[in-house]
């Protein structure tokens, strides 16, 4: 297994040393402050701009291609909009990110299975799924992994069962359901959840409450997307389906067959598909969903980044909250309080259409409104202060293990 660890790391560093590119040489990050809804309204006619790119759906930090520059600052300042530059060249950034994850392969050499595992670098799809093996080999009375689909270019999407119930969801116990990596450039998500199987399996005799209740996990909801966001754009966010000649990619956290909306734009980022469940990922997410619909209890939705913590409805404005609204607070205030005691940052709880803009057909509506999941919740990450999706792989086991007490938190109450 150490050899074959080894080989595999060569390819990898080979693979990302050579890979080409998209470039974001000259891309802008501003931070957003809007005053008002009708400042949030304008800003919001910028969302399908080729070159804008709203890292996150409140638009608090949109990314501006060069040319548009100038004009983007003409706008915020005719529309007393605040701002503040947060980073001048995205580019660097990622650029900084790569050499990191390369002199941290060259000095590691094999970056994957137990004997190595850390969190100090973001790992590959065929690391994680290593680790995941290795684990369900290890403890079998506790762990089950499964390949529940396939993607469009042919890589297996796996889930993990962690029950005390010989890894098998036992029927009698609040099922946790858990996905990340939906959208692909959302690395620090992906991370955190398996740094949560991580502490389940490796450390279960220190969570003996959490593990009242049976987990199911999806760490990569997007294997397409989050390989193509290592090798070929750092910034892509959707899967890699072939929509049309020109444009890749369907969003799949619009795919979901709860308040889909129909779009003509098939090169957007938040393209939703031909029709609702249109998608290879979206169909084994919600397959696994309904094979434990006895028992769901809980769904989450891991993402980055924004520091909030998100209940349902998103699909209307005014908004439309679950009929339990109130219970959802309660959890997501919980769970900020956990973070901010362990020194992380202090999460906004709300509603999302109230803190972010509307959105058909995403995933934790689908869980409430179809699902039927009792509670469900949106995380957004931190972003680790200034940069983003690029967090900086020494910052991510802080988040990883801060994104741990909300896990914990809101498996307490259930």
């Not at 270019?153 to 009698?172: C, F, M």
């Not at 000649?245 to 090169?267: E, H, K, P, Q, T």
Request: hydrophobic residues 40%.
């Amino acid at each position: 297994m150490r050899s074959s660890l080894v080989a595999f790391a060569a390819i990898a560093l080979v693979a990302l040393a050579s890979a080409e590119q998209v470039s974001y040489r000259d891309y802008k990050v501003y931070k957003i402050d809007v005053a008002s809804h009708d400042q949030l309204e304008l800003l919001g006619r910028w969302r399908e701009v080729d070159g804008v790119d709203f890292w996150d759906n409140a638009g608090r930090r949109i990314m501006i291609q060069p040319a548009l520059q100038e004009k983007f600052e003409a706008f915020l300042n005719v529309n007393k909009i605040s701002n503040e530059l947060i980073i001048p060249d995205v580019e660097a950034t990622i650029e900084a990110e790569r050499r990191y994850d390369l002199q941290y392969r060259r000095t590691k050499g094999a970056t994957s299975g137990r004997a190595t595992v850390d969190f100090d670098h973001f790992w590959s799809t065929e690391e994680i799924y290593q680790y995941l093996d290795e684990l369900a080999a290890e403890f079998p009375n506790l762990v089950k992994v499964e390949t529940v689909g396939q993607t469009h270019e042919g890589l297996d999407i796996k889930s993990v069962t962690i029950s005390t119930t010989n890894g098998q969801v036992s029927g009698t116990k609040p099922v946790i359901f858990i996905d990340a990596g939906v959208h692909a450039r959302e690395w620090a998500a992906i991370m955190s959840t398996v740094y949560l199987i991580h502490e389940l399996v490796e450390h279960s005799d220190l969570y003996a409450n959490m593990l009242q209740k049976d987990w199911v996990i999806v760490p990569v909801g997007n294997p397409d997307g989050y390989e193509f966001s290592r090798t070929s754009n750092r910034m892509w966010r959707k899967n890699r389906f072939p929509v049309t000649i020109l444009c890749s990619g369907v969003d799949l956290n619009r795919n979901f067959n709860y308040m889909w909306a129909a779009s003509s734009n098939a090169c957007s980022d938040t393209y939703p598909g031909a029709s609702p469940e249109s998608e290879r990922e979206t169909q084994a997410i919600v397959g696994l969903m309904k094979r434990y619909a006895a028992n769901l209890e809980l769904y989450l939705a891991v993402h980055t980044y924004g520091d909030m913590i998100l209940y349902p409805f998103g699909y209307a404005w005014p908004f439309i909250p679950v009929s339990n609204a109130a219970e959802h607070i309660a959890m997501g205030e919980r769970a900020r309080a956990a973070v901010l005691a362990v020194g992380g940052p202090d999460y906004e709880v709300g509603n999302s259409a109230e803190i972010l803009y509307t959105a058909f057909g995403a995933s934790d509506d689908y869980a409430l409104g179809e699902g039927g999941f009792k509670y469900g919740f949106t995380l957004e990450l931190t972003g680790g202060g200034r940069q983003g999706f690029d967090l900086p792989a020494e910052e991510l086991s802080r988040v990883a293990s801060q994104t741990f007490e909300i896990f914990r938190s809101m498996a307490g109450d259930v």
